[in-house]
């Protein structure tokens, strides 16, 4: 199963010429690739898939999507590594 999961900037970074971001999923901190979202910026919404954030997405979106991905724990799980708190 292939899962996007949305999160919060948190700080930007580049990486050896990669825009990187810290992206906060209700929690869990994970090192996210911004190339595809030129325009996210600190605070902003991105959907992320495997290390990538793909696209951004509004905040009430981004909370409502968490709230489904809480109910499916299992699934989050194996794409994070570690549950949603």
Same mark, same amino acid.
């Given at each position: 199963m292939c899962l996007g999961i949305p999160g919060r900037v948190v700080d930007?970074?580049?990486?050896a010429g990669l825009r990187m971001a +810290?992206?906060?999923?209700?929690?869990?901190?994970?090192?996210?690739?911004?190339s595809y979202t030129?325009?996210?910026a600190v605070g902003t919404y991105v959907i992320?898939?495997?290390?990538?954030?793909? +696209?951004?997405?509004d905040e009430a979106e981004a909370h409502r999507t968490l709230e489904v991905l809480r109910s499916m724990a299992d699934a989050v799980e194996a794409e994070l590594g570690e549950p949603l708190p």
């Amino acid at each position: 199963m292939c899962l996007g999961i949305p999160g919060r900037v948190v700080d930007l970074y580049d990486d050896a010429g990669l825009r990187m971001a +810290t992206v906060d999923f209700g929690g869990v901190r994970r090192a996210v690739c911004l190339s595809y979202t030129p325009g996210a910026a600190v605070g902003t919404y991105v959907i992320v898939h495997v290390g990538f954030a793909i +696209t951004e997405v509004d905040e009430a979106e981004a909370h409502r999507t968490l709230e489904v991905l809480r109910s499916m724990a299992d699934a989050v799980e194996a794409e994070l590594g570690e549950p949603l708190p």
